[in-house]
């Protein structure tokens, strides 16, 4: 195992990578309508196993049909739920579960999302999770961007990126425990955060998430990465997101760092 403060400057120097290429980028979380922590915890079910400009689009159509707050989706129709958000991803089974979700934010906590995760973070998550559709990664997810819990999301664009930059050598970044994982990152970003005045945990825990996001959307893809290639460039409903990405880029900004990267192109694979 490296030695203890490899993790921190590893990780300060993979995000300032991304950040150089992808820091342009304004229009990561669409934020439709007015309630954004509500949208946070919807978009956040509805991603699961689904693309996002899909879930865009779902959370624009939810918004056209006046179904996007606490109350309307309580009390909405599971089957005509469904065809809104189809074609999301199990989307006859996220319907009633989004019902589900509605139904007990509304009875218990006034149809407001930053009161059901108001309270310590243990506590909160185990909250979450006792809902139906919502996981680890989901239930981390809401507490990060709708709550102001300063964690490290686990999901697999981190778990891909991580293990092809061999961020912690020794470690299997792809198969470790959730909490195993997170437990590793968080550290590092506690030394960060020691070492540097004014470092701010949560902005970056979200901006982190943000950057890996981005460079598994356009380069470091599961199969036929674009390692030394531009990025590809999907469509969304925001005309704005993605607009300038990867127009004229030369490849992955994680390139210089990426163990897989290299062993792709050199072996010709």
Same mark, same amino acid.
């Given at each position: 195992?490296?030695? !203890?403060? !490899?993790?921190?400057?590893?990780?300060?120097?993979?995000?300032?990578?991304?950040? /150089? =290429?992808?820091?342009?980028? #304004? $229009?990561?979380? #669409?934020?439709?309508?007015?309630? $954004?922590?509500?949208?946070?915890?919807?978009?956040?079910v509805?991603?699961?196993?689904?693309?996002? &400009?899909?879930?865009?689009?779902a959370?624009?159509?939810?918004?056209?049909?006046?179904?996007?707050q606490?109350?309307?989706?309580?009390?909405a129709?599971?089957?005509? %739920? /469904?065809?809104?958000?189809?074609?999301?991803?199990? $989307?006859?089974?996220? /319907? #009633?579960?989004?019902?589900?979700?509605?139904?007990? %934010?509304?009875t218990?906590?006034?149809?407001?999302v930053?009161?059901?995760?108001?309270?310590?973070?243990?506590?909160?998550?185990?909250?979450?999770?006792? %809902?139906?559709?919502?996981?680890?990664?989901t239930a981390?997810?809401?507490?990060?961007?709708?709550?102001? =819990?300063a964690?490290?999301?686990?999901?697999?664009?981190?778990?891909?990126?991580f293990?092809?930059?061999?961020?912690?050598?020794?470690?299997?970044?792809e198969r470790?425990? @959730?909490?195993?994982?997170?437990?590793?990152?968080?550290? !590092?970003?506690? &030394?960060?955060? *020691?070492?540097?005045?004014?470092?701010?945990?949560? #902005?970056? @825990?979200?901006?982190? =998430? *943000?950057?890996?996001?981005?460079?598994?959307? $356009? =380069?470091?893809?599961?199969?036929?990465?674009?390692?030394?290639?531009?990025?590809?460039?999907p469509?969304?409903?925001d *005309?704005?997101?993605?607009?300038?990405?990867?127009?004229?880029?030369g490849?992955?900004?994680?390139?210089?760092?990426?163990?897989?990267?290299?062993?792709?192109?050199?072996?010709?694979?």
């Amino acid at each position: 195992m490296a030695r !203890a403060d !490899a993790l921190p400057v590893a990780l300060a120097h993979l995000t300032a990578l991304l950040d /150089a =290429h992808f820091s342009f980028e #304004p $229009h990561w979380w #669409p934020l439709v309508n007015d309630d $954004h922590p509500f949208e946070i915890l919807v978009g956040s079910v509805l991603v699961q196993q689904t693309r996002w &400009q899909t879930v865009e689009a779902a959370l624009r159509r939810l918004l056209a049909a006046d179904m996007l707050q606490p109350a309307a989706l309580a009390a909405a129709d599971p089957a005509e %739920l /469904a065809a809104i958000i189809r074609p999301c991803a199990f $989307h006859t089974q996220k /319907a #009633p579960g989004l019902i589900a979700i509605s139904r007990v %934010l509304c009875t218990e906590f006034g149809g407001d999302v930053r009161a059901m995760l108001a309270g310590e973070r243990l506590a909160v998550r185990a909250r979450l999770l006792t %809902l139906p559709r919502i996981g680890r990664e989901t239930a981390d997810t809401v507490m990060l961007y709708a709550g102001d =819990h300063a964690l490290f999301v686990v999901d697999a664009y981190t778990r891909r990126l991580f293990s092809r930059v061999d961020l912690i050598p020794g470690f299997d970044c792809e198969r470790a425990a @959730y909490d195993l994982l997170q437990q590793q990152i968080e550290l !590092a970003v506690a &030394q960060l955060a *020691a070492r540097q005045p004014g470092f701010e945990p949560l #902005p970056f @825990y979200r901006w982190l =998430h *943000a950057l890996i996001v981005e460079a598994c959307i $356009h =380069h470091c893809q599961a199969t036929r990465p674009r390692c030394r290639l531009p990025g590809l460039r999907p469509t969304f409903v925001d *005309a704005r997101k993605c607009a300038e990405h990867c127009t004229t880029c030369g490849g992955c900004p994680a390139w210089s760092v990426c163990n897989y990267s290299r062993t792709v192109i050199v072996s010709g694979a």
